[in-house]
């Protein structure tokens, strides 16, 4: 059984080891592994809800050690217990988050789960490796926010742009598989030392030896050289045979097994065109023109590292680049025969050696600088002088034997690609210098269809400019002042540990209450006072002071008078200016009417009318306009404190220590609906609300989180140990923050 079709956990999706990831037997029959078991909320105290069915299952007290393990599926995990995975030292310090909301569908998953390694199965030294894609270690800045292997990795492909994946997923699709003459591709891995993805494949023992091993043929080194060629010949055929054309090929690219048998490494041509791409965006720049001269320099750069490239790649990747060459109109397009051009170039260079390298420079100028100044007979003489230096070579080496070898190889020089001939043809001109044809008529080469139409070229394709394009991306992260575009950014950047944080301290007690206006933070507590923060730098503005009671809850009105106000447990309501200078005193301030047996305000909330609400210990809810701070209306209904008070959409929501909430309508006050009241048994005090449109979010004092829309309850959930204090809704984000000292978003 391959890896990646071992059994795995439904929860956090890591295969089932035995050591790490221990399966364990829920009542109703699924298994989950027993770490995530520990992190499942607990609806009931002997209780948890199987994440596979959601039926409510009994749960030991002692914990999920005393469920029985799946035997049987460890039996399907090859070597058993007896090769464990190594398990992984966590920090102490690091509040690892397995229930983060995935932001990829199961669709999305289940296309990608099979080419994903384990991120402890990849040796660096014994693999070829590509670089694809990258994410934030999360270890450069000490962040506490950290994601795991598996959420790292899917976010990172999620990221990629749909052109990047469609040609990752193509070269996984084709190549994990095992296919003649191209190392096999493993599939992708993500380091998390480095924060990087890498494409993973097959590193062929003895590695490249073009680089080390020329000018060892002679005339009786003929055969040697048909091997060598044909084999080539072969690893281009198969890229072919899976619509990809090269575009480009080096020595490096070309690796050697045990059995002296030849492999292309299909990272290392993507890593040649990464190259390539490089050196041609240092010729010129967008919107610039190059002539002859810088056309010789490029191909001398090129030639000097032993790479190879067509003239119609070239040029495409000149465009790319937004540079132009001058009196150049060609625009012959991308085929399977340019391969046959990179083919014949390091066969060529492979019998010839570094002779041919200033008349080929010589040539690459003439037919792309004056190919299209109506100087046919200037570039022929110059291709006919190159190609009877080419032939003279190969005779001196081969002798007259080689002839049909030496016009197929000139052929597949020719200018327009589609004068010339394919890598096939090249394959069985080869094959003629070891087995004539007459002796010869077993083997056919087939499986290679050309269609010109569908053949996609490695080198000018996304996956070339991916290196690039991902440390432009990585450089914008890093500009100061750069903020998350919207939530799901900012969710993003805390779990890759690109968002930093910084503790405001000040208060003398405990924090009640926040909320952002007029460009400052105010926080209000238990110490009595409001204090005003800088939202540029998050020092210390102003205090504001002259509650005589515990400061419950703040609030902020961005108008043409920004304001902030305050209410504290005495019943005072307190009015600030947020302009500059800051005053010592309120604006305005009034009270409550006094009554010793409540304990004042608990909640604030304000229309766009410009009028405040109030949620208050004597179970009432109060408008109050700001104006002149005179009771404008009374609601009554809750049971006990009024603990919570929003507004949304001409609808007023109030919330209490009874566990329930109610819906007032703002323009009567009139009663509209009660929710959470046939829900006795369960009942917990509402600590905080939040509504958009027509859903309504309450947080209580278990820890427990209900959902609400069009005054029907879709979802109820326990997120938190403790009591959660404060929520917040943003589009399809719910955040909420609790007595366990965690802030969670879903």
């Not at 439904?10 to 995530?36: F, K």
């Not at 010109?452 to 914008?476: A, D, I, P």
């Amino acid at each position: 059984m391959e890896s990646q079709d071992l059994p795995e956990c439904p929860v956090c999706l890591q295969p089932y080891d035995g050591a790490c990831t221990i399966p364990r037997v829920l009542a109703c029959g699924h298994t989950v592994c027993e770490s995530c078991l520990l992190n499942l909320p607990k609806k009931l105290p002997g209780a948890i809800r199987c994440p596979a069915c959601t039926v409510l299952v009994k749960y030991p007290p002692e914990g999920p050690t005393t469920l029985p393990k799946n035997i049987d599926l460890l039996r399907l995990i090859p070597g058993g217990s007896e090769n464990p995975r190594k398990p992984v030292n966590k920090s102490k310090n690091v509040s690892n988050l397995p229930f983060l909301p995935r932001s990829w569908s199961d669709e999305f998953y289940s296309n990608w789960k099979s080419y994903l390694l384990r991120d402890d199965t990849v040796e660096r030294d014994q693999v070829s490796l590509l670089p694809v894609g990258s994410f934030s270690s999360g270890e450069e800045d000490g962040s506490l926010f950290k994601a795991g292997y598996l959420v790292r990795v899917m976010d990172c492909l999620r990221e990629m742009k749909e052109e990047e994946r469609e040609d990752l997923g193509l070269v996984l699709r084709a190549f994990t598989k095992q296919n003649c003459r191209i190392c096999r591709v493993l599939g992708l891995w993500g380091d998390l030392g480095d924060g990087v993805l890498y494409l993973v494949s097959e590193k062929q023992k003895w590695g490249n030896f073009l680089d080390k091993d020329l000018g060892c043929f002679e005339k009786e080194g003929v055969f040697n050289f048909a091997l060598m060629g044909m084999e080539m010949c072969e690893a281009v055929i198969s890229l072919h045979k899976e619509g990809l054309i090269a575009g480009c090929l080096s020595f490096s690219c070309f690796q050697l097994d045990d059995f002296g048998h030849i492999y292309l490494d299909l990272n290392e041509v993507l890593l040649t065109g990464r190259g390539i791409q490089d050196i041609v965006a240092n010729v010129g720049f967008s919107g610039n023109k190059i002539g002859d001269g810088e056309i010789g320099m490029l191909f001398k750069d090129l030639l000097k590292r032993d790479v190879f490239i067509s003239p119609e790649v070239l040029l495409k990747l000149l465009e790319k680049e937004g540079i132009g060459v001058e009196c150049c109109s060609l625009k012959y397009p991308i085929r399977y025969s340019s391969d046959a051009w990179l083919l014949s170039c390091i066969l060529l260079r492979i019998v010839n050696e570094d002779v041919f390298r200033d008349e080929w420079v010589e040539y690459m100028c003439h037919i792309i600088v004056k190919g299209s100044e109506n100087s046919e007979i200037d570039c022929s003489s110059v291709y006919t002088s190159l190609m009877e230096k080419v032939s003279s070579l190969l005779g001196t080496k081969f002798g007259a034997e080689c002839a049909s070898l030496q016009q197929i190889l000139c052929k597949c020089l020719d200018l327009d690609p589609e004068n010339r001939s394919l890598a096939g043809d090249v394959w069985k001109c080869i094959r003629e210098l070891v087995i004539k044809p007459q002796f010869d008529k077993m083997v056919k080469l087939d499986g290679a269809s050309y269609d010109e139409n569908g053949g996609r070229c490695m080198v000018v394709g996304k996956l070339c400019l991916l290196s690039r394009e991902r440390t432009e991306t990585q450089e914008k992260y890093e500009l100061p002042g750069k903020e998350a575009n919207g939530v799901t950014d900012m969710v993003n950047s805390l779990t890759e540990g690109r968002i930093k944080w910084k503790d405001l301290q000040g208060h003398l007690d405990c924090v009640t209450g926040l909320a952002v206006g007029g460009g400052y933070l105010f926080s209000s507590s238990f110490d009595k006072s409001v204090k005003v923060w800088s939202l540029q730098d998050y020092s210390h503005v102003h205090t504001f002071r002259g509650h005589e009671h515990k400061v419950m809850a703040v609030v902020c009105v961005d108008e043409e008078q920004p304001l902030c106000i305050s209410g504290d447990s005495g019943g005072g309501i307190f009015l600030w200016s947020i302009n500059i200078p800051f005053g010592q005193d309120p604006l305005k301030k009034w009270y409550e009417e006094k009554d010793w047996r409540y304990s004042g305000i608990h909640a604030l909330a304000v229309s766009e009318n410009g009028y405040l609400y109030t949620g208050s210990g004597d179970k009432l809810i109060k408008e109050w306009s700001l104006r002149d701070g005179t009771l404008s209306g009374t609601m009554t209904g809750h049971k006990s404190v009024v603990s919570a008070v929003a507004v949304n959409n001409g609808v007023l929501y109030s919330g209490s220590w009874d566990g329930t909430v109610r819906l007032w309508s703002l323009s009567d006050h009139s009663l509209l609906t009660v929710l959470g009241e046939g829900m006795l048994r369960s009942v917990s005090t509402v600590l905080s609300l939040a509504a958009d449109q027509h859903t309504l979010i309450a947080t209580y004092e278990n820890g427990s989180v209900k959902i609400w829309r069009h005054d029907v309850l879709r979802k109820s959930m326990q997120i938190h140990n403790g009591a959660i204090f404060t929520v917040s809704l943003d589009g399809k984000w719910l955040f909420t923050g609790s007595w366990d000292r965690t802030i969670k978003a879903q």
